[in-house]
C-alpha cells in the first residue's frame, strides 16, 4: 500500500481549486520515498523539489494537506526502509541522485 503527493499550485482562495498540479512521488510500505521527475517544469533531484514545493502546497492522495517540513522527514524516514523501486526495478528512466534518493521519469500511481 502507497500514498502518493501532488503540489497544487495557484490556489483559489475561495474554493481551494489548484489551477495547477503537480505529482511529487510516493510512499510505499518498506520502500523508500521515490520522486516523480519532470522534464517541465526541470524537476531531476531533490534541490529542484525543493525549490518547486515553495511555489505551492504539498497534499497526499487523501486530500489532506502535508507541511514541507514534515514531508521532508518523512522523506529522510522512508531513507532508511530495506527496498528501492530504482534498485530493484532499474530502467532507463530511472535513476538515484547525488543524495541517494529515488527518481523516476515514468508514470506511476
Known amino acids: 500500500m ?3 503527493y ?4 495557484n490556489i483559489c482562495d475561495k474554493c ?5 498540479k503537480l505529482h511529487i512521488g510516493k510512499s510505499s510500505g518498506g520502500w523508500s520515498f521515490t520522486f516523480r521527475a519532470h522534464d517541465e517544469p526541470h524537476i531531476h ?5 525543493e525549490r518547486e514545493l515553495k511555489t505551492g502546497r504539498i497534499f497526499n492522495e487523501y486530500n489532506e494537506e502535508v507541511s514541507n ?4 522527514e ?3 524516514e522512508k531513507s532508511e526502509e530495506p527496498h528501492n523501486h530504482v534498485l530493484e526495478s532499474p530502467s ?3 535513476w538515484i541522485d547525488e543524495n541517494g534518493n529515488s527518481f523516476s521519469r ?3 500511481s
Open 16 to 20: 481551494e481549486h489548484a489551477k495547477e
Open 6 to 9: 501532488t503540489l497544487r499550485k
Open 69 to 72: 517540513k514534515d514531508f521532508w
Open 106 to 108: 515514468r508514470e506511476f
Open 2 to 4: 502507497g500514498t502518493n
Open 45 to 49: 533531484n531533490a534541490k529542484d523539489w
Open 92 to 94: 532507463v528512466d530511472d
Open 74 to 76: 518523512m522523506v529522510e
